[in-house]
DNA sequence: TCAAAACCCATGGTATTCCATTTAAAGGAT
DNA sequence: ATCCTTTAAATGGAATACCATGGGTTTTGA
């Protein structure tokens, strides 16, 4: 499974142009590899973003819930409308929608983050600021870390 | 599988009509692209939306009552009675009957709000106050949310 | 006959597509 | 390792196509 890692940072011009970087182009799902999706970063002012596929998963757990219960209509209504569909012109570039760009306070430039199966698009500095948090976290909190083994038959159990 | 997501806000003139957002009319099912169908939604004053190809598979699901009973006369009746279909214009655009605009309040503006398998449509103002209740009740309950995974043969179990 | 709906065309704005240029990365040879 | 060549990626700007919107005209059906 391909994921998105590393982290680069490009240039936003006037129409809101960025280029998505060509390695987490690459690592979308095969048929997946015309568009992205974004939406808020629910605990971050930051751009939070996955491939349709993903997407589609959500959707697909909300059947989960009876079609017309408030469970259905609240979790599909907060978490689809939210979203926005993007997909890459000739040169693997996207337009940032303006409500996006101001959450995030992105200007002239913009941080790429991976983050294994989503990425994130932050404002550089800010970028900064929550990267050293996170690792100072980690530090305090490493011992939580717990590897996880695939079995053969797909099912997940704890690892050693 | 496509889906109707993201939100957009547009004009309804003084007869009624809409344009019906251009990523909404791409999303319905092949053979099913020239109209839309409409009902009270259960839960709110916003009129629901989805494709007819939609309503077909809801019509079949009633037949997990028996024929003549209670149930299958209720859920039949309240249903598919108040259903309305409405065929685009050759500009995409739709009139929105009276009494939809009347019980969801919309006067000059329409919001369209993607659900996954099905769109909502809201007086601008009323979608924003919903979706503020709706992302405050997702957190609360968001442990309510199951991942489901398909199986390569087709059908679906809880994943972890 | 009249109003409502369906159809048609025109416009402005926005998003998409295309092409040209610059920059950076990768590979080979000295 | 350094320099040069080659390829790919990122960037800038212009041309094009699409879409939302407004108005008008014809058709329909009560």
Known sequence: MPLFMSKYTNKVDGKGRVSVP???????????????????AVNHGAIECCDLLHIEKVNDSLEGFAPYSDEHDEFSLALMSGLTELCFDGNGRIILPQDLMEYAGIMNLATFAGKGKTFQIWEPAAFNRELDIARHKVKEKRDLLKFRLKTTEGTIKDGS
Chains 1, 2 share one sequence.
């Open 22 to 40: 060509s390695q987490f182009r690459a690592a979308l799902p095969s048929g997946f590899q015309k568009s992205i999706v974004m939406y808020q």
